[in-house]
């Protein structure tokens, strides 16, 4: 869909697109609400405007909607489809980087309660483990920020990929 197809779909519809790119009402309300975007650079600076203001709970909330790092996202919707080409850096991944990563997803889950996100396009499977080390470093309010910022960054990423 293009920006002429967001601004002009019904409400539902610009709402389950932009929901693909990341899964926070106040987001995706405010996104909608705004249309007709005049141009992409209009909305992206309005996502990144409205995404540095979501809560520690939206951002929590937010991150049921993705996959560990690598596991391979579930289910037919869009943001399952964009996560799996995410990552590809992971999908070409030995058996001994897959068991690295699944022990790193494990104890990043065990210190922090929630999944390891990380911007997964354009990295490799060992650049995505060596993230996670550096980050169980982290006390819980320094990693939150980090969650913060790379969940909208993935949700800046799919928003360009949707529109293009």
């Known amino acids: 869909m293009d920006l002429a197809g967001l601004n002009s779909a019904d409400a539902a519809d610009a709402a389950a697109v932009v929901r693909a790119?990341?899964?926070?009402d106040s987001w995706v309300e405010a996104l909608v609400a705004g249309r007709p975007w005049p141009d992409e650079a209009a909305l992206l600076a309005a996502a990144r405007a409205?995404?540095?203001?979501w809560t520690p709970a939206e951002v929590r909330a937010a991150l049921d909607g993705h996959p560990r790092i690598g596991e391979r996202a579930q289910g037919e919707g869009?943001?399952?489809a964009m996560s799996r080409r995410e990552q590809g850096g992971v999908a070409t991944a030995d058996e001994d980087l897959r068991a690295r990563l699944a022990d790193g997803n494990r104890r990043y889950e065990e210190r922090f309660g929630w999944i390891y996100l990380v911007r997964a396009a354009g990295r490799s499977g060992e650049e995505m483990l060596d993230l996670l080390e550096q980050r169980l470093g982290h006390d819980e309010r320094a990693e939150l920020a980090v969650v913060h910022a790379e969940l909208l960054d993935i949700a800046l990423l799919r928003l360009r990929a949707v529109l293009a």
């Open 21 to 24: 790119c990341a899964d926070v």
């Open 78 to 80: 869009a943001a399952a």
């Open 50 to 53: 409205q995404g540095e203001t």
